[in-house]
């Protein structure tokens, strides 16, 4: 997904559901223009309705199917947000796209393996003029770096990671692998990147949220993840999407 807000150009990964969606409508209602990005043809019906919801709240929305786990696909994200932008350039980059299946440490494939740390980490996107939401590692990382020669000075970086990344939740090796790598590279890039190009980047780091990642996840992950829920100071309860938009935009 991609917003232009005011002086925003924005680019959100998997933006069709959940967190992402969440945040691109949002950004829409204080004026940014966005990308929304989904993967299979059955996202492009979800998609077109958070579209519309872009729109209707005087915002241009871009839709573009990309799956950021795939090089090749990047690129058209970083070109439709070009293709809104009102000067050139984009201005904010979310990576929120993700993958948390879980499994015990004996059965894990290499497949699964590539599969998490290629959707988590390729594709990182910016917000600038136009920001994108996208999760896991070569993702971000490379999304990121397409987007890098058009990003606005000041503009603004925003990996979406999880609390996963510090708890030992069982059955999370390489969910849990991937988000405390996204926190890592927040940290390099906070001062690489901000001080070569006066770019902010940081990282949310969501615990559980009632999205369809939570509503599909195992009854022992659930049990697992229950005593953290319930010690929550502020809130003993599963957040909702609109604890964590407001962190972002």
């Known amino acids: 997904m991609i ?4 002086l925003d150009e924005l680019i959100v990964t998997e933006t069709i559901r959940g967190i ?3 945040i691109a409508i949002d950004l829409a209602k204080r004026g940014a223009n966005v990308v929304v990005n989904y993967t299979s043809p059955r996202g492009a ?10 729109e209707a709240a005087g915002s241009k929305a871009a839709l ?13 994200l970083v070109d439709a947000a070009l293709a809104i932008s009102e000067n050139g350039k984009i201005d904010i980059l979310v990576h929120n796209a993700g993958n948390g ?6 059965d894990m494939t290499e497949e699964f393996y590539q ?7 390729k594709g990182i996107s910016l917000f600038g003029r136009f920001q994108q939401v996208a999760d896991t590692l070569t993702a971000p990382i490379f999304l990121a770096q397409l987007t890098l020669p058009h990003i606005s000075r000041g503009g603004r970086i925003v990996l979406v990671s999880s609390v996963s990344a510090r708890m030992g939740i069982p059955q999370q090796t390489v969910y849990a692998g991937t988000k405390a790598a996204l926190e890592g590279i927040a940290r390099v890039w906070a001062t690489e990147l901000g001080k070569k190009y006066g770019i902010t980047v940081n990282c949310v780091s969501p615990g559980p949220v009632a999205t369809d990642m939570w509503t599909e996840c195992e009854p022992d992950v659930v049990a697992d993840l229950q005593p953290m829920i319930d ?11 609109s604890d964590i938009v407001p962190v972002v935009s």
């Open 231 to 241: 010690a929550t100071p502020a809130a003993a309860r599963v957040g909702e999407v």
């Open 20 to 22: 992402g969606a969440g």
């Open 64 to 76: 573009v199917q990309a799956n950021v786990a795939h090089l090749s696909d990047l690129k058209k």
């Open 3 to 6: 917003i232009d807000q005011a």
């Open 101 to 106: 299946d879980d499994f015990y440490m004996e």
């Open 115 to 121: 599969f998490q740390t290629d959707i988590n980490l």
């Open 45 to 54: 019906i979800a998609g077109g309705e958070v579209a519309k919801e872009i």
